[in-house]
């Protein structure tokens, strides 16, 4: 059974800075890409950044784009997004999520994901 569980949300004033991650466990983290997801208060879940299962490719929201880093350590099992620049509106739940087949590209839609872990807060104060 996959579990994942994140760290490393917080409170943190516009401009600053925070990494989350993202520990993996029950099936072999290297074989598959990986995802980072938000979800604001009123608002539906939404696509934040995603890397490749060798961590060659790596894909961006545009609201993030030049701000935010995904990366993957597969010997420690772990993703990470670093958040660079936060702005009021980065303030969400922030969620890692695994998609349902080993060696896919990239997965941009919610529905592809069969993994997802409990989410860690992230509030961007002014």
């Known amino acids: 059974q996959v579990r994942l569980v994140e760290s490393g949300g917080g409170l943190v004033q516009a401009g600053g800075s925070l990494r989350l991650s993202c520990a993996a466990s029950?099936?072999?983290?290297?074989?598959?890409?990986m995802g980072w997801f938000r979800q604001a208060p009123g608002k539906e879940r939404e696509f934040v950044a995603g890397?490749?299962?060798?961590?060659?490719?790596?894909y961006y929201a545009d609201s993030v784009k030049g701000r935010f880093t995904i990366s993957r350590d597969n010997a420690k099992n772990t993703v990470y997004l670093q958040m660079n620049s936060l702005k009021l509106e980065d303030t969400a739940v922030y969620y890692c999520?695994?998609?349902?087949?080993?060696?896919?590209?990239?997965?941009?839609?919610?529905?592809?994901?069969?993994?997802w872990g409990q989410g860690t807060q992230v509030f961007v104060s002014s």
């Open positions: 999520a695994q998609p349902q087949g080993p060696y896919s590209g990239i997965q941009l839609r919610y529905s592809e994901y069969d993994a």
């Open positions: 890397i490749s299962w060798s961590g060659g490719s790596r």
């Open positions: 029950g099936r072999t983290f290297s074989n598959y890409a």
